[in-house]
């Protein structure tokens, strides 16, 4: 089959190449992947910032229809629409972690896509454990945002306490910022979508999406809007979804004190930021890395409901063969969720 393999190490070091079509044992099903979205994880991999295990299959974010199962498989069947749980694809299982259903901070925990064999390929192979029969009105494509979505769920509803009539300050307009838009907006939250003119599409997709106030911070003085519109205060609770150095800076003095800090996006390098503004005004700082068992419950619950919708953040559909034009296009800031599909 057709897959897109991360080979060696350093930078790129990716090509499409025939590979073995795997099989599945007693606990596993096979997925005949539909669609897979392309993640900011995957360009890491790609620059070599972030582990990976060559050489290894691209991808994580899919969806697909059941093509086989093992024996000890009961809670799918041949042909159901299914999302995966990705990240948990190697764990011990018998850590405090894993009993408790925290998997991401597991010692031994290899994700798809980069620590083993993902979904950028024809088929894929999965624990039991990882498939999630979809709700009956989701298209396969908005199922292929679960995982990414499952990532916002966590840290909008879980880690972070946000309350009705706070003002909340989104950095980074991307896909992850605009997935934690989805559900701001759905709570009824203030919220400011803050980027750079790179971002003018993402920016305007906020915009229409829900977002109270969009900011330009290349030509815009965000402490001005955010001092406009939180009467000099400050924002409640701030949420770093760009992984950028200017964008950390500028939730760290938007807040208020005793503001809360969560951090959505990934650096992937060394930072240098004002510390100290966390100890001046007493911030209750967060990480939220992935997500829990518990979040994969809620985020089916929401979209069961249909409390989210997640379609319009798809702006391109591509066949596997030009994964390198949605590479570029995610790269250039020119599209909000892209997705491949192996054309099966």
């Not at 029969?133 to 879980?158: G, I, N, R, Y």
């Not at 750079?196 to 229409?208: G, V």
């Not at 106030?213 to 001005?224: G, K, M």
């Not at 406009?228 to 701030?238: H, L, M, P, W």
Request: net charge negative; proline share 4%.
């Amino acid at each position: 089959m057709k897959a897109l393999v991360k080979y060696e190490s350093g930078v790129g070091h990716v090509e499409l190449r025939d590979v073995e079509e795997p099989s599945c044992d007693d606990d596993q099903l096979k997925i005949e992947v539909s669609y897979c979205g392309v993640c900011g994880t995957d360009l890491h991999v790609y620059e070599d910032t972030f582990r990976n295990y060559p050489p290894v299959i691209l991808g994580h974010e899919f969806s697909g229809h059941v093509v086989e199962i093992g024996k000890n498989v009961c809670h799918v069947g041949l042909g159901d629409p299914v999302a995966v749980l990705p990240a948990s694809a190697v764990v011990c299982g018998s850590c405090v972690f894993c009993r408790t259903g925290h998997f991401m901070f597991c010692s031994e925990r290899r994700g798809m896509g980069h620590g083993i064999n993902g979904a950028f390929a024809e088929y894929a192979v999965v624990r039991k454990d990882q498939a999630y029969k979809v709700p009956q009105d989701l298209t396969l494509a908005e199922a292929a945002l679960s995982e990414p979505f499952a990532a916002a769920v966590q840290a909008v509803t879980e880690i972070t306490n946000v309350r009705l009539g706070d003002v909340v300050l989104i950095s980074g307009p991307g896909p992850m910022g605009l997935l934690c838009l989805k559900l701001l907006v759905a709570e009824g939250i203030k919220t400011i979508v803050a980027g750079t003119s790179e971002d003018a599409l993402r920016l305007e997709t906020a915009r229409r999406v829900g977002a109270s106030i969009i900011v330009d911070t290349s030509r815009q003085d965000l402490s001005t809007i955010v001092a406009e519109e939180t009467r000099g205060a400050g924002v409640d609770v701030a949420f770093e979804c760009a992984g950028a150095e200017p964008s950390a800076r500028n939730c760290l003095r938007a807040l208020k004190p005793l503001g809360q800090y969560t951090q959505v996006g990934i650096f992937g390098k060394e930072v240098s930021i004002e510390f100290d503004l966390i100890f001046y005004k007493q911030l209750r700082v967060a990480g939220s890395v992935g997500y829990s068992v518990a979040t994969w419950e809620r985020l089916l619950k929401i979209l069961d409901q249909r409390a989210v919708r997640l379609d319009d953040l798809i702006t391109h559909k591509m066949p596997l063969e030009r994964w390198r034009d949605a590479f570029d296009l995610c790269l250039n800031k020119q599209a909000i969720k892209v997705l491949l599909s192996p054309g099966n």
